[in-house]
Structures are given as C-alpha cells and as structure tokens.
C-alpha cells in the first residue's frame, strides 16, 4: 500500500522560511504528477505546487516567486521549499501523488504557522 509522510511544518515569523518534505512509500517515478495542497481554517483546500514525473513544474499564483517544489535525484522525495513566508500562507499542508489510473494518495498533512 502506498503511504506518503509528510514533514517540515513548523511554526515561523512573516518573511522566514521553511522546507517542506514528503517521502513516499515507493518511487515517485510510479506517479504521473506529485503536488503539494493546503487547507486554511475554513477555506477549501487547494493546490499549491505541482510537479510531473518529466519534471514540468506548476504553481498557484499566490506562492509564484516564493515557493520552489522540487525532488531529489534519486527520486525518492518530494520537497517543497518556501521563501517569503506571509501570515496567509498558514495551513495545513499535504503531500499527493497521482496514481497510473484513478488511484490517488495522500499524506497526513503538516501545520505550517506563519506568525509574529
């Protein structure tokens, strides 16, 4: 069965940064597409960055500029790397990995609290 584990999350002043982690349980070559979504309190959640087994790369408009989604060589974890952090940017952040058909996993979900 395939997990994903998130971790990284903290808490952090406005204008710090953070590194976000997800490793998963098998290689990120079995998925398509990989990304990184958040859920504020009472707002949707929502897809952040987006990064595809080519390596094609894709980001809301919110974080463009400030967050860089990435892997490692090896392929065996997602990153996602935050500058810039802004108070609307706390969330709970999770990992997610499309499968080859409908299969579609998630992570556990990590706090990210950006406050003074």
């Known amino acids: 069965q395939v997990q994903l584990v998130e971790s990284g999350g903290g808490l952090v002043q406005p204008g710090g940064s953070l590194r976000l982690s997800c490793a998963a349980s098998?290689?990120?070559?079995?998925?398509?597409?990989m990304g990184w979504y958040r859920q504020a309190p009472g707002k949707q959640r929502e897809l952040v960055a987006r990064?595809?087994?080519?390596?094609?790369?894709a980001y809301a408009d919110s974080v463009k500029g400030r967050f860089t989604i990435s892997r490692d060589n090896a392929k065996t974890t997602m990153y996602m790397q935050m500058n810039g952090l802004k108070p609307e940017d706390t969330a709970v952040y999770y990992c997610?990995?499309?499968?080859?058909?409908?299969?579609?996993?998630w992570g556990q979900g990590t706090q990210v609290t950006v406050s003074s």
């Open positions: 997610h990995a499309d499968g080859v058909t409908t299969r579609e996993y």
């Open positions: 098998i290689s990120i070559f079995n998925f398509p597409a």
């Open positions: 990064i595809t087994r080519g390596g094609s790369t």
